[in-house]
């Protein structure tokens, strides 16, 4: 028995329709139709805390993200439970959208004429092309791999950071604390699209966003708690940074009363940089399904102890 939970109970049924449709052979339910000490597999994102300790069958978790931060820290996961998590699934596309729209922006100069359209300002500002532009990706994973690309390809000068050696044609690959610092230093544009882990978790801080460029732009589309919220709020009211564009926060909600939301710099979206795709996401879980089922290799396992 496969168990398939989201919060939504409206996107449950779509879920199901899909899975059922692709594998008639197997039974899948929702959590309102399950004998949970039977479920052998389990398709979520955000199940509600605890219920994985009922599951005492589980043989594998396959995560509706890319991201397994949450999933990780939860209690009652066990610590020999192979979890999955999405490879792509629709999201690389999508982000290199969002992270193309911010540096294309800043290119031209956008969030700059929409302050001085705010007081009413006619002043045109020097042209730059795009080779003149400098972007710095972190994490060259699915995603941020896909993006270093795709801006490299619009004519941006790109590096990018990651945890082992990489070689991409077109980006300067950069890795280790040294490769952090000659990325900073050199990166008009910082698009981060990190995992959050142990290792990663308050990288952006004051210090090191401090080693941006004078006028920099900060995109943060990883995970909020990568980010000190404070320090950016202070380089940007010192004028070391010139603006952000930030889809996930420490808090989510980012809170109501939060300065970020009425800061002129920054540009806010609600964790929608890159959504997770149903129909892709049920292919590949399916595969995955199947290619267990042979005993087979099957991509997508989370190292536990790097948190990603
Ligand atoms: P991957 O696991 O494929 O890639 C992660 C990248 O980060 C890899 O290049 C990895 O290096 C690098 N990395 C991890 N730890 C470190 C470290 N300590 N130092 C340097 N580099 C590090 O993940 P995805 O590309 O699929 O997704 C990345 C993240 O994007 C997700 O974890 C999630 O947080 C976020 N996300 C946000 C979305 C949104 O809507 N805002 C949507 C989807 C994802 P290496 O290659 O060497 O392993
Ligand atoms: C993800 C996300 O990690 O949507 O998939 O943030």
Redesign the pocket.
Known sequence: MILVHTPNPKEVAAYLELFRAAMPERQFVDLEHAELSAIRHLVTWGLPDGLLAEMPSLEALFAL?????KLLARPDLPADLPVY????GG??A??TE?IRYGVLGYQRNMDLYRRQQATGQWRMLAPRLPSDIRVGV?????????VARSLAADGYQVS???????DIRAIRCL??ESG?TQLLVDSQVLAC?????P??RG?LNRQRLETLPQGAMLIN???GDLLDQDALLALLDNGHLRCAQL??FTEEPLPADHPLWRHPAVAITP??????LRQPSVEQIVRRLRQLAAGQAVDGLVERA???
């Not at 990018?160 to 990489?166: E, L």
């Not at 699209?193 to 882990?197: D, E, N």
């Not at 964790?271 to 997770?276: G, N, Q």
């Open positions: 993200g890319a991201g397994v931060d998590r999405l490879l792509d999201m690389a999508q982000m969002y972190l994490g060259l994973g699915e995603i941020g791999a896909a990018g950071w990651s945890r082992s050696p990489k890795h280790g952090l699209v990190l995992p959050s882990t290792d990663t990288l589309a990883g995970r889809d996930v964790h929608v940089a890159a959504i997770t790097q948190g990603y």
